[in-house]
């Protein structure tokens, strides 16, 4: 099963975001190097990485977002007609 990342704070997603980018980047050079165990592990990481941001920027724009009786839409703006 996936790594349930959806029970951890703001800051705790962030230090594990940290700590497996860290994770990462070693991977990537012992591939270069040619001292890989399992290289499928690059994928899993990369793709743990991208549910940790999309986790980290939930919950950003969910502590950024107003009250929903302050929240107003911008109104559109027509673009101008040529005369002709």
Do not use: C, W
Not at 8 to 15: A, D, F, G, N, P
Not at 16 to 29: C, G, I, Q, S, V
Not at 62 to 70: G, M
Request: aromatic share 4%; glycine share 2%; proline share 5%.
């Amino acid at each position: 099963m996936k790594n349930s990342f959806k029970n951890l704070s703001y800051q705790e997603l962030k230090v594990k975001r940290d700590e497996l980018t860290r994770k990462y980047m070693d991977l990537r050079f012992q591939m270069v190097i040619g001292h890989v165990d399992n290289p499928l592990q690059k994928r899993v990481m990369r793709r743990q990485l991208a549910r940790l941001n999309t986790l980290i920027t939930m919950q950003e724009s969910v502590n950024q977002a107003l009250p929903a009786s302050k929240q107003r839409l911008p109104a559109k703006k027509k673009p101008a007609r040529k005369k002709a």
